[in-house]
């Protein structure tokens, strides 16, 4: 068993595509026409077809129950492109107990996107504040192997 792809129904596949790659950056690499495989693995597919492929008429949107999760190693750059969008946001920048920071938005079908800080970035952020390996390690509660690892 191979997990291949994650796919999403999408109302607007245009709109859709615009969001992906203007917020996120990613591009279409396989056009199916119903479906459409981007940059990262990440599929979308036309409502009707999802539809038809499943056998009702109902879909719904906006459950809050799962994500499609990115990391950015340049975070605070991309932080900065999102205050030039109109997104809605589940929540703000928050950094989670292990210190890395994310933020959660919705796209256009209300399926939610997190992004993350790249974990290297952690490191490096809490190396480059006075930190030794072993501090970091101890504030992000991974192995120092791994702190060492990420800031090779």
Not at 48 to 77: K, L, P
């Amino acid at each position: 068993m191979e997990l291949k792809n994650p796919l999403l129904a999408v109302a607007d596949m245009e709109r859709a595509l615009a969001f992906y790659e203007n917020v996120l950056g990613l591009q279409v690499v396989l056009d199916f026409g119903a479906n459409k495989t981007l940059t990262g693995g990440l599929c979308l597919q036309t409502l009707e077809s999802w539809r038809d492929f499943i056998g009702t008429e109902t879909v719904a949107f906006g459950g809050n129950d799962g994500e499609i999760y990115f990391e950015e190693e340049r975070f605070d750059d991309f932080l900065r492109k999102l205050e030039t969008l109109d997104l809605c946001y589940v929540h703000p920048v928050r950094e989670h107990a292990w210190g890395q920071r994310a933020v959660r938005f919705y796209d256009p079908d209300r399926h939610i996107i997190e992004v993350g800080e790249a974990m290297t970035a952690v490191c490096r952020r809490f190396l480059d504040s006075g930190m030794t390996p072993e501090q970091a390690a101890a504030r992000m509660d991974v192995p120092v192997d791994y702190v060492r690892e990420c800031v090779k």
